[in-house]
């Protein structure tokens, strides 16, 4: 035993190991950074020590949570024998551009439905898109996406093609498995952190750093700031990956239904993607004391979260990590 694994008397080893075999696209894209937030902590006159780990800065397509939970979800598209990849969300969605990244890194072709109307000049993400040779093709609504994706599937398939449909912001078992795989790189690199701080919306960022620790026995309190939805319906979907993620990792069913699943969706503010004056301090804040960039719509309202609870002082010691997961292409939207 070495003095890492040691470290973790209580963690479940023989599910760590399934866990680490899982494929994974052999890059380095991982891992990521963690640096010391103390200009912010010193303007905050926080007590707790601020960390921040660095998963804007995957070195591929922008980075963010989505081009991590990739490494492992397209590892089973190519699995599979796919030479498309399918996939979904908003005009500025950042999963579907990383999406279309990591396609064009594999030489896969790249199909993303988007909701939404085609902007005359692209910005953000979707300039990004078309840079990446992604296929648009769009939809009037949120419903419509599911089966627009089908339909290109079937019509891929008909013409002897193999796609891969990867569900809305890659939250699946897979998806989940790669945040929970990156609780070890972050086990690896400091003592187990007090309490994590993360952006929430289709949950398996969370499902997955949830998991992570309970699998390697440590303690650490996961928040999850919602994007969007109120924290049932999120709650629903973590619940839900996690038993599929279970069922992954073959261990019981209800391996993780005991773990709390803490959701503050209190700062949406008037919704996904509409600033708050709250989420705008944050984004000052940590461009102006750590050249730290948040996007709009995920991040700053994540880091408003855990700024306020360190001037209330919920957070008031031990180690607080900002899990930032990227989508800094949005300010540019
Ligand atoms: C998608 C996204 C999230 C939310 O992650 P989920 O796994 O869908 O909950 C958070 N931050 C950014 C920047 C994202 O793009």
Known sequence: MNLYTSCFVSADRAALERLRKIPRLPRSFTPTPIDELARLRESLRADARLLVK??????????????????????????????????????????????????????LGCILVANGQAQEKPTGNALLDRLLGAELRYVPTREARAPAMEEAAKELRRGGRKPFVIPLGASTAHGAAAYASAVHEVLANIPPPDAIVLSTSSGGTQAGVIAGCQLHGVKTRVIGISADDPAAVI???????????????????????????????TFVGQGYGVPTPESTEAIELCARREALFLDPTYTAKAMASLIARIRDRQLAAGTVLFWHTGGQVGLFA
Not at 90 to 100: D, E, F, K, V
């Open 54 to 107: 660095r998963d804007d800065a995957i070195p591929v397509g922008f980075g963010g949570n989505k081009i991590r939970k990739l490494q492992v979800v397209a590892a089973q598209a190519l699995e599979a024998g796919a030479d498309t990849l399918i996939t979904t969300g908003g005009i500025q969605s950042n999963h579907a551009r990383a999406t279309a990244a990591i396609a064009a890194r594999l030489g």
């Open 235 to 265: 709650e629903g979907a973590i619940r839900g990956i996690h038993r599929d993620l279970a069922a992954l990792l073959e261990l019981p069913d209800d391996t993780f239904a005991g773990a709390a699943v803490e959701i503050d969706d």
